[in-house]
């Protein structure tokens, strides 16, 4: 089983605002979409209702303790468990927000950041950017500058456990 993890973030590591993303990133969207696909996803209950849907072509793993429920759909509450049972070939993608990050920042092996060239004082919710830095080395980073689509400049970087 192969553990990653994908984020968007802002100069500073801020990831959203509102239980909302910061901005709209086609470029980044696509991305997501392309790392991900066929892929399972792994991510918290507020991620999953601010998306508001199971994200297609994907299996969506939602971790609560609430008793959470939501069609198409796979509900946990206890990580490790889960872990346990699970013989999956799929690689699992974690997908946010901020205390899925934080709880699994030790436990991947890439990271895959979209770092977006802004800043967003009003953001509310924010990635561990110092273990990031601290324990992962910068193996990728695929820079393209704003367009007609795109606002911010922005980097896919890849980050490898050290
Ligand atoms: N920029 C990006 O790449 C990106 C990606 C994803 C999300 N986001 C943003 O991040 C924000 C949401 O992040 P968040 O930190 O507020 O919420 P979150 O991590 O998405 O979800 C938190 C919820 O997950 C469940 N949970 C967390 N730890 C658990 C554990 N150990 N065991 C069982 N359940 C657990 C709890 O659900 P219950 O309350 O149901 O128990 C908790 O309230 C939004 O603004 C979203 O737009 C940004």
Not at 73 to 85: K, L, S, Y
Not at 98 to 125: C, G, M, N, S
Request: proline residues 4%; hydrophobic residues 40%; positive net charge.
């Amino acid at each position: 089983m192969s553990l990653e993890m994908i984020v968007a973030t802002d100069r500073n590591g801020a990831i959203g605002k509102g239980n909302q993303l910061l901005w709209h990133l086609p470029a980044d969207l696509k991305y997501f979409k392309n790392t991900t696909f066929g892929h399972m996803v792994l991510m918290g209950r507020k991620t999953f209702e601010s998306i508001g849907k199971p994200l297609p072509g994907r299996e969506n793993v939602v971790l609560t303790r609430s008793g959470f429920k939501a069609e198409g759909i796979t509900v946990i509450q206890d990580v490790d468990a889960f872990f346990a049972q699970t013989k999956t070939e799929k690689k699992i993608f974690i997908i946010g927000g901020a205390e899925v990050y934080k709880l699994f920042i030790h436990r991947v092996q890439f990271v895959h950041q979209t770092w977006v060239d802004a800043v967003f004082p009003d953001a509310d919710t924010f990635f561990p950017i110092m273990e990031l830095k601290n324990n992962f080395i910068l193996i990728r980073n695929l820079c393209q500058p704003k367009d007609d689509k795109n606002p911010y400049d922005y980097c896919f970087r890849l980050w490898q456990k050290k």
